[in-house]
Every structure is written in C-alpha cells, then in structure tokens.
T-cell receptor, first 115, second 110 residues
C-alpha cells in the first residue's frame, strides 16, 4: 500500500462559512475522481464525482473542481453545517482496461466546524 | 433498497488464525471491491471481483484472498493473521465506476 501519515491535516471552518478541501492526485491516466465523506465508525459516503473530461461539477451545496494541468482536485462546501464534520477523502479511478478499475484514495482531510 | 451490508461488525482474532468477512452488494450492483483502512489512514485497495473473478489486485500478499458468488455477494479471507492486519475492512459495490461503501468490519488481531 501507499505510505500515508498517521495525522490527518485538519481544516477548521466557522459554521456558515464556505469550506474548500484540496487534493493532489498522482496518475495522469486517472479518468474519474470522487469525493467521499467518512464519519467516525462508518464507511465512506459518496459525495460527488467528476469525469476527467470536465473541470467543474455542482451538487447540492457542494462543487468539485478539477485541474488536470496541475493534477489538482478540490471540494467546495457552501454554508458549512455541523453535520459536515467528518474526514473527507479524494479518490482517483485508474482505468486499466475493459471493466478493470481501481480506486486510489488520498490521505484525507479532517473538517472541523467551529460554532 | 438496502445498501451495501457487511458482516460481522466487529471481530477479534489472535495471530496465526484465519478470518472470513462477508459483503452483500447494493441491489443491482455486480462488482465488489475490498479495502483495508488502518486507523488514521485512507482506504487501501485490496482487490476487485466481477463475474466471480478477481479482476484487479492491490499490493497485498497472497494471505488475502477472496471469492464472489453468483448472487454477487463476496467474501474476503485472510490467513495467518498478523497484528498489522488489525484494521477496518471495507467492501464497496458498483455497477459502473461509482462505488458505494458498506459500514465495514472492524478486525482486531491480538
């Protein structure tokens, strides 16, 4: 497996403000990107995805931006709420042919909401 | 419509033992992937099953093996358990590229 640190970077945001979580990916062959939210003791929950032929996609209160030139992905959460507190992972899908894909997760960012 | 389910929720084993974890995919999904998540880290890809065959594998030893059944459910087997195998084991199912995760099985190896 890949080497990752034990301490997740933390982003602290005031309730009601916008949050921006950033992620760098590594593989130029990645064709699909996903953001997941993971609350304590639970499995990752799908938030939003984007294909490599797009540079922006919007959902409900969330926006994902993709910059393929610098291999950078970001997740913007509008009007952050206490329920947004979680660890957020970006993931890249590497297509290796036919139906064969594997997803590689980034290191994760802990989002902490300040009252 | 039930999402991805996994059993058991928690499991405690001792070194050298063998363990089997189970996963039922979301209705309509035909592909199952397994991940290992150590504390404080992101999920690490173990392998993926489609049409009852292992299609992709991550950097895990042969002690980790799996199976997919005709109803698309899957098992993860780990032999000769090591202390370092203690982790949350996640199953994800998909029909296309979008993977949906189960709640995981927390494995503790003593």
């Amino acid at each position: 497996g890949e080497s990752v640190g034990l301490h997740l970077p933390t982003l602290s945001v005031q309730e009601g403000d916008n949050s921006i979580i950033n992620c760098a990916y590594s593989n130029s062959a990645s064709d699909y990107f996903i953001w997941y939210k993971q609350e304590s003791g639970k499995g990752p929950q799908f938030i939003i995805d984007i294909r490599s032929n797009m540079d922006k996609r919007q959902g409900q209160r969330v926006t994902v931006l993709l910059n393929k030139t610098v291999k950078h992905l970001s997740l913007q959460i509008a009007a952050t709420q206490p329920g947004d507190s979680a660890v957020y992972f970006c993931a890249e899908n590497i297509w290796v042919g036919n139906r064969d894909d594997k997803i590689i997760f980034g290191k994760g960012t802990r989002l902490h909401i300040l009252p | 419509d039930a999402g991805v389910t996994q059993s058991p929720t928690h499991l405690i084993k001792t070194r050298g033992q063998q363990v089997t974890l189970r996963c039922s995919p979301k209705s309509g999904h035909d592909t199952v992937s397994w991940y290992q998540q150590a504390l404080g880290q992101g999920p690490q890809f173990i392998f993926q099953y489609y049409e009852e065959e292992e299609r992709q594998r991550g950097n895990f030893p042969d002690r980790f093996s799996g199976h997919q059944f005709p109803n698309y459910s899957s098992e993860l087997n780990v032999n000769a358990l090591l202390l370092g195998d203690s982790a949350l084991y996640l199953c994800a199912s998909s029909l296309d590229k979008r993977q949906f995760f189960g709640p995981g099985t927390r494995l503790t190896v003593l």
